[in-house]
Nanobody, 126 residues
Framework: QVQLVESGGGLVQAGGSLRLSCAASGRTLSSYAMGWFRQAPGKEREIVAAINWNGGSTYYADFVKGRFTISRDNAKNTVYLQMSSLKPEDTAVYYC???????????????????WGQGTQVTVSS
């Protein structure tokens, strides 16, 4: 079983940047595909970005393409989400998620993930 802890959230002005981190313990992340999701008040959880086990394949939701970058450092057991050009509509709780997988595949549905972090709040002011 893997435990995930997100960090790096906070309050930022529109146009600013943040880097979220998701640190894993209990298992090496090199055997897991990873995803970042977010959930705003009153809305459903949605995929933001996903990455396969070795970083060779990535996915971005249309609303973050060109602004966010997902990456991973398996040696550090950590996955990152670099967020730039932030908008007020990016305000949400951001979650990282993991599922065992060593294929070239990434996963975009929340039901496909087995492990979740507790979330980190990102607030973008206008």
């Amino acid at each position: 079983q893997v435990q995930l802890v997100e960090s790096g959230g906070g309050l930022v002005q529109a146009g600013g940047s943040l880097r979220l981190s998701c640190a894993a313990s209990g298992r090496t992340l090199s055997s897991y595909a990873m995803g970042w999701f977010r959930q705003a008040p009153g809305k459903e959880r949605e995929i933001v970005a996903a990455i396969n086990w070795n970083g060779g394949s990535t996915y971005y939701a249309d609303f973050v393409k060109g602004r966010f970058t997902i990456s991973r450092d398996n040696a550090k057991n950590t996955v990152y989400l670099q967020m730039s050009s932030l908008k007020p509509e990016d305000t949400a709780v951001y979650y990282c998620a993991a599922r065992p997988a060593t294929s070239y595949t990434y996963y975009t549905q929340s039901r496909e993930y087995d492990y979740w972090g507790q979330g980190t709040q990102v607030t973008v002011s206008s």
